[in-house]
């Protein structure tokens, strides 16, 4: 039965990896030669010690540094150590009677150490047999909080090679002879013991190992309570601001008020952020994929272990109601599953080159360090679509969420890191323009994925062409169509319209507010859809309610604009069949927050403002057509092609339509499905580049190609 650990580790305690018998009560003995020959010399079982550098109380992402013989002095978090080093049935914590600043400063001397040597000798000196820097496990301890304190904290010992008959030890007479030494027999020296039965130490804790003491089990991930402060995660932490105060106000859409500053992070916390990302990519990339899949299905698991708190945290980001939320967050999870089992499909190709000694062959490479600028409708989505292939392919990630809903980004970038994922892999940087242009300009920063606007795109495209040349995925929004032919099923088209429509307020990128409908049946879908719009006006408010369809507009500015497109409709000459005006629910909380009705339009034309320009709102446009080539041709009249959609039975007259609709996705009998594994994205001024699907995957690794030619004599034209 693994034990939970309810215990916060900090600066400057110790960790033992502790090992008993199966068979045996005695703390003497272990289960192999070496083991048993340093249970000898310390009697006790006790044979490894680690310092903990940073601390907190989900064990597996406590860091450690520690003497390992084939890495030497290393920093890793506590599960990855007990996978390197835990030769262990449990691990025991201690906390140092000392004051705070000597455990600081002996966690900062650890940091100095990383990299040097492992000491294989127990002798005093910190030196290998080469005379180089060098550390046994309790060596560096002691070395540590000795340069943190100025004095000697833990006593020396004489060490002791001989069994209890009191003759040497076969391993250690062998040991030491192959390292051309004599056994140093009372020589002054240290042990893990020692260290844990000073009167310096205090047992706080212990934990025990599973999987025969190779892994930790991970303590379930838990969302903070406070989840507002903080905002910018780098290297594996929230971090404060470095943006000289500039800060802007979230504005909860659900509520009208404020919910909490969000930090501006500057040009300089981008570069750590950057940096952060580069020192930790080589560590990352370096698995293979099948390794990183294994944490990638982890986070999968992890967020719908979650998916109430996430949800939650997304209907106070963006305003959508909690059942959307939570397809939101679920969906994501399959995201992560999907590219987890990906992973280690990212390989090259071998092609042969005619006769037995040519051939060739291509790698997929990662990236290196990708940087991504997310939007404001799928938050907790949006990140996820553009991180998890890239990590699937290796790369480390900076992302910049959007200013109108900063927080479940940063959610899933401590998720992930409490899964496994090294520490700087993905990093969270808060702000507006400023924050996009440093992070697009970063000359560490090989490639860029935006979602968001045209105008904006365009100047993601120039900024990412400026420093260095680096590739973008564009994803731009639309001004997509549903057409209802004559024979479609009308019930269903209205259904499909509706979610063509009112998912998120309106606020899709794919959204069909122009829908196009035969004039044998208008009259029929009107009425029907009416009907239904009708019932969902009843269902607008609180999003945190199970009840309520349709929640809040993501912000003030927004629903002005929304309720600007509706008057100029109706002054064009539109007319307003439904909706599309304020509304404020009953309960004080929400009273104040961004609410609209769902709104019908009809008696358009194709020149209106409405029907020309994306609304990203709950505003559905009925245009009658008379055939055929007059629906194509005014659904494809548009400089956008995200998405389109139609309704018909007849599946020959839809193969052919879907054809000839300049969109990146048509939906046909259906709309706003979704699945990770089919590729979305957009044409003409909706952009390009792909995501989900094995195509996303393409856009974050790189090819190269490598001739090779194994002939005896390589034959020269000259």
């Given at each position: 039965?693994?034990?939970?650990t309810?215990?916060?580790?900090?600066?400057?305690?110790?960790?033992?990896?502790?090992?008993?018998?199966?068979?045996a009560?005695?703390?003497?003995?272990?289960?192999?030669?070496?083991?048993?020959?340093?249970?000898?010399?310390?009697?006790?079982?006790?044979?490894?010690?680690?310092?903990?550098?940073?601390?907190?109380?989900?064990?597996?992402?406590?860091?450690?540094?520690?003497?390992?013989?084939?890495?030497?002095?290393?920093?890793?978090?506590?599960?990855?150590?007990?996978?390197?080093?835990?030769?262990?049935?449990?691990?025991e914590?201690?906390?140092?009677?000392?004051?705070?600043?000597?455990?600081?400063?002996?966690?900062?001397?650890?940091?100095?150490?990383?990299g040097?040597?492992?000491?294989?000798?127990?002798?005093?000196?910190?030196?290998?047999?080469?005379?180089?820097?060098?550390?046994?496990?309790?060596?560096?301890?002691?070395?540590?909080?000795?340069?943190?304190?100025?004095?000697?904290?833990?006593?020396?010992?004489?060490?002791?090679?001989?069994?209890?008959?009191?003759?040497?030890?076969?391993?250690?007479?062998?040991?030491?002879?192959?390292?051309?030494?004599?056994?140093?027999?009372?020589?002054?020296?240290?042990?893990?013991?020692?260290?844990?039965?000073?009167?310096?130490?205090?047992?706080?804790?212990?934990?025990?190992?599973?999987?025969?003491?190779?892994?930790?089990t991970?303590?379930?991930?838990?969302?903070?309570?406070?989840?507002?402060?903080?905002?910018?995660?780098?290297?594996?932490?929230?971090?404060?601001?470095?943006?000289?105060g500039?800060?802007?106000?979230?504005?909860?859409?659900?509520?009208?008020?404020?919910?909490?500053?969000?930090?501006?992070?500057?040009?300089?916390?981008?570069?750590?952020?950057?940096?952060?990302?580069?020192?930790?990519?080589?560590?990352?990339?370096?698995l293979?994929?099948?390794?990183?899949?294994?944490?990638?299905?982890?986070?999968?698991e992890?967020?719908?272990?979650?998916?109430?708190?996430?949800?939650?945290?997304?209907?106070?980001?963006?305003?959508?109601?909690?059942?959307?939320?939570?397809?939101?967050?679920?969906?994501?999870?399959d995201?992560?599953?999907f590219?987890?089992?990906?992973?280690?499909?990212?390989?090259?190709?071998?092609m042969?080159?005619?006769?037995?000694?040519?051939?060739?062959?291509?790698?997929?490479?990662?990236l290196?360090?990708?940087?991504?600028i997310?939007?404001?409708?799928?938050?907790?989505?949006?990140?996820?679509?553009?991180?998890?292939?890239?990590?699937?392919?290796?790369?480390?990630?900076?992302?910049?969420?959007?200013?109108?809903?900063?927080?479940?980004?940063?959610?899933?970038?401590?998720?992930?890191?409490?899964c496994?994922?090294p520490?700087?892999?993905?990093?969270?940087?808060?702000?507006?323009?400023?924050?996009?242009?440093?992070?697009?300009?970063?000359?560490?920063?090989?490639?860029?994925?935006?979602?968001?606007?045209?105008?904006?795109?365009?100047?993601?495209?120039?900024?990412?062409?400026?420093?260095?040349?680096?590739?973008?995925?564009?994803?731009?929004g639309?001004?997509?169509?549903l057409?209802?032919?004559?024979?479609?099923?009308?019930?269903?088209?209205?259904?499909?319209?509706?979610?063509?429509?009112?998912?998120?307020?309106?606020?899709?990128?794919?959204?069909?507010?122009?829908?196009?409908?035969?004039?044998?049946v208008?009259?029929?879908?009107?009425?029907?859809?009416?009907?239904?719009?009708?019932?969902?006006?009843?269902k607008?408010?609180?999003?945190?309610?199970?009840?309520?369809?349709m929640?809040?507009?993501?912000?003030?500015?927004?629903?002005?604009?929304?309720l600007?497109?509706?008057?100029?409709?109706?002054?064009?000459?539109?007319?307003?069949?439904?909706?599309?005006?304020?509304?404020?629910?009953?309960?004080?909380?929400?009273?104040?927050?961004?609410?609209?009705?769902?709104?019908?339009?009809?008696d358009t034309?194709?020149?209106?403002?409405?029907?020309?320009?994306?609304?990203?709102?709950?505003?559905?446009?009925?245009?009658?057509?008379?055939?055929?080539?007059?629906?194509?041709?005014?659904?494809?009249?548009?400089?956008?092609?995200?998405?389109?959609?139609?309704?018909?039975?007849?599946?020959?007259?839809?193969?052919?339509?879907?054809?000839?609709?300049?969109?990146?996705?048509?939906?046909?009998?259906?709309?706003?499905?979704?699945?990770?594994?089919?590729?979305?994205?957009?044409?003409?001024?909706?952009?390009?580049?792909?995501?989900?699907?094995?195509?996303?995957?393409?856009?974050?690794?790189?090819?190269?190609?490598?001739?090779?030619?194994?002939?005896?004599?390589?034959?020269?034209?000259?």
């Amino acid at each position: 039965m693994e034990k939970e650990t309810k215990l916060w580790l900090k600066e400057g305690d110790l960790v033992f990896w502790v090992k008993k018998s199966s068979t045996a009560t005695s703390d003497t003995i272990s289960s192999s030669a070496f083991e048993d020959a340093v249970v000898a010399v310390g009697a006790n079982a006790v044979y490894h010690v680690a310092l903990v550098v940073g601390g907190g109380q989900l064990l597996e992402a406590v860091e450690v540094v520690h003497a390992l013989p084939s890495k030497g002095v290393v920093r890793q978090t506590l599960s990855q150590a007990a996978a390197d080093g835990g030769a262990g049935t449990y691990l025991e914590f201690f906390a140092a009677d000392l004051s705070v600043d000597v455990r600081y400063q002996s966690a900062q001397a650890a940091f100095k150490k990383l990299g040097a040597a492992y000491n294989d000798v127990f002798i005093e000196t910190c030196v290998d047999l080469k005379g180089q820097e060098a550390y046994y496990c309790c060596q560096l301890v002691r070395k540590c909080y000795e340069e943190a304190a100025g004095r000697a904290i833990f006593p020396t010992r004489l060490l002791n090679f001989r069994s209890s008959e009191g003759e040497l030890i076969e391993y250690w007479v062998s040991y030491f002879a192959e390292r051309g030494l004599e056994v140093p027999e009372n020589s002054i020296g240290s042990h893990p013991q020692q260290l844990r039965d000073s009167v310096l130490l205090r047992k706080i804790g212990e934990h025990r190992l599973s999987c025969l003491g190779r892994t930790l089990t991970m303590a379930r991930y838990v969302v903070p309570k406070d989840v507002t402060s903080a905002l910018n995660f780098i290297a594996g932490a929230r971090v404060k601001p470095s943006g000289g105060g500039r800060s802007f106000t979230f504005v909860e859409a659900r509520t009208g008020k404020a919910l909490c500053e969000v930090p501006t992070s500057d040009e300089k916390q981008v570069d750590e952020a950057v940096r952060a990302a580069k020192a930790a990519y080589p560590e990352w990339a370096a698995l293979s994929g099948l390794e990183r899949g294994k944490v990638m299905h982890k986070v999968a698991e992890t967020i719908r272990e979650n998916v109430e708190q996430i949800a939650y945290w997304e209907v106070r980001s963006n305003g959508k109601s909690i059942t959307e939320a939570r397809i939101d967050i679920l969906s994501s999870a399959d995201t992560w599953d999907f590219y987890g089992g990906l992973a280690p499909t990212v390989v090259g190709e071998h092609m042969p080159l005619g006769g037995p000694t040519r051939y060739a062959y291509t790698r997929r490479e990662p990236l290196g360090v990708v940087g991504g600028i997310g939007a404001w409708n799928y938050p907790f989505q949006t990140a996820t679509w553009k991180i998890a292939p890239a990590l699937a392919c290796g790369n480390a990630f900076v992302y910049k969420p959007s200013p109108l809903a900063p927080i479940t980004a940063v959610i899933l970038a401590e998720l992930l890191t409490h899964c496994g994922i090294p520490k700087g892999v993905i990093n969270i940087v808060q702000g507006e323009k400023e924050t996009g242009e440093a992070l697009c300009l970063h000359s560490d920063v090989n490639k860029v994925s935006f979602t968001g606007s045209v105008p904006t795109g365009q100047a993601i495209m120039k900024m990412c062409a400026t420093r260095n040349i680096k590739p973008v995925t564009l994803e731009l929004g639309g001004k997509s169509a549903l057409i209802v032919f004559d024979d479609a099923d009308v019930d269903n088209a209205v259904v499909g319209a509706m979610l063509a429509n009112y998912l998120t307020q309106g606020e899709v990128c794919t959204n069909a507010s122009r829908v196009f409908v035969h004039k044998s049946v208008v009259k029929e879908f009107t009425d029907k859809l009416l009907t239904e719009v009708k019932k969902l006006a009843t269902k607008v408010g609180d999003p945190l309610l199970d009840e309520t369809r349709m929640g809040a507009t993501i912000c003030q500015d927004h629903m002005n604009k929304v309720l600007g497109y509706i008057d100029s409709a109706r002054k064009e000459g539109a007319t307003i069949l439904f909706g599309g005006e304020r509304v404020t629910p009953s309960a004080d909380e929400v009273k104040e927050g961004f609410y609209l009705s769902p709104c019908v339009i009809t008696d358009t034309n194709d020149t209106m403002k409405v029907v020309r320009e994306e609304i990203f709102g709950a505003v559905l446009l009925i245009i009658p057509f008379d055939n055929e080539e007059d629906a194509i041709e005014r659904v494809n009249n548009t400089t956008f092609g995200l998405a389109a959609g139609l309704f018909s039975r007849n599946m020959r007259r839809a193969y052919q339509v879907a054809a000839r609709l300049n969109a990146g996705t048509v939906f046909v009998n259906t709309y706003n499905d979704v699945d990770v594994a089919v590729p979305f994205g957009g044409v003409k001024n909706s952009g390009f580049g792909r995501e989900n699907g094995m195509a996303a995957l393409q856009h974050y690794t790189s090819i190269k190609s490598v001739y090779v030619d194994t002939s005896d004599k390589l034959e020269s034209p000259f």
